[in-house]
């Protein structure tokens, strides 16, 4: 069976990859907006949200953004972790 999960941790950077290029970058999570678009630092590329997703960290990454997992979390009573690292800085 296993031990349940309790915690779920809000990392402060996601690698997002390029659809166009393949370059991967890094950059900051927010932890109160979902970002919309990203642009590509080697081919300057403009990269929207999908309509089937909430924001680009979402769609481009293997993380959630912070206020779907915050939304995660507080539904099913989970403690969470990373909040007050992110909100300090």
């Known amino acids: 069976m296993g ?10 950077l996601a690698t997002i990859k390029c659809s166009n290029c393949g ?3 890094k ?9 919309q678009y990203f642009d590509c630092d080697k081919c300057g590329q403009r990269m929207l949200t999908p309509v089937a997703s909430c924001c680009i960290i979402c769609a481009f990454t ?3 953004c912070a206020p779907s997992l915050l939304m995660e979390a507080k539904m099913k009573g989970l403690e969470v972790k990373g909040l007050d690292e992110i909100s300090s800085e």
Do not use: E, G, M
């Not at 031990?3 to 402060?12: A, P, Q």
């Not at 950059?27 to 970002?35: G, T, W």
């Open 27 to 35: 950059r900051k999570v927010p932890l109160d907006a979902s970002p």
């Open 3 to 12: 031990r349940r999960k309790t915690t779920v941790k809000i990392s402060k």
């Open 62 to 64: 293997k993380t959630k």
């Open 23 to 25: 370059k991967t970058s």
